[in-house]
Nanobody
Framework: QVQLVESGGGLVQSGRSLRISCVVS??????IGWFRQAPGKEREGLSC????????YYADSVKGRFTIARDNAKRTVYLEMNNLKPEDTAVYYC??????????????WGQGTQVTVSS
């Protein structure tokens, strides 16, 4: 079974950048992605990266601001978030991705890391 551990969240001012990380333990062919969930809101899929060829996908809400990357040697997937906005405030989760695009499905995910953007 895959285990995912996120880190790197915190409090950041609007317009600034933050990079969060996800260490992946165990083997999977699944893409690794990120989703977030804010209080009172539904889970929102953000981005994913293929474990096979490194292809990436971004939701429209973060395209151009967020960048996903992986370091295979460190078994780590990163999400670089630029020009952060207060509406980006949420708990961010790393997950194995079953379906992405107009809808998202995740199989395993970590405990999450809190990102808070102040105005």
């Amino acid at each position: 079974q895959v285990q995912l551990v996120e880190s790197g969240g915190g409090l950041v001012q609007s317009g600034r950048s933050l990079r969060i990380s996800c260490v992946v333990s165990g083997f999977t062919y699944r893409a690794i992605g990120w989703f977030r969930q804010a209080p009172g809101k539904e889970r929102e899929g953000l981005s994913c990266i293929s474990s096979v060829d490194g292809n990436t996908y971004y939701a429209d809400s973060v395209k151009g601001r967020f960048t996903i990357a992986r370091d295979n040697a460190k078994r780590t997937v990163y999400l670089e978030m630029n020009n952060l906005k207060p509406e980006d405030t949420a708990v961010y989760y790393c997950a194995t991705v079953l379906v992405y695009g107009s809808s998202w499905e995740f199989e395993d995910w970590g405990q999450g890391t809190q990102v808070t953007v102040s105005s």
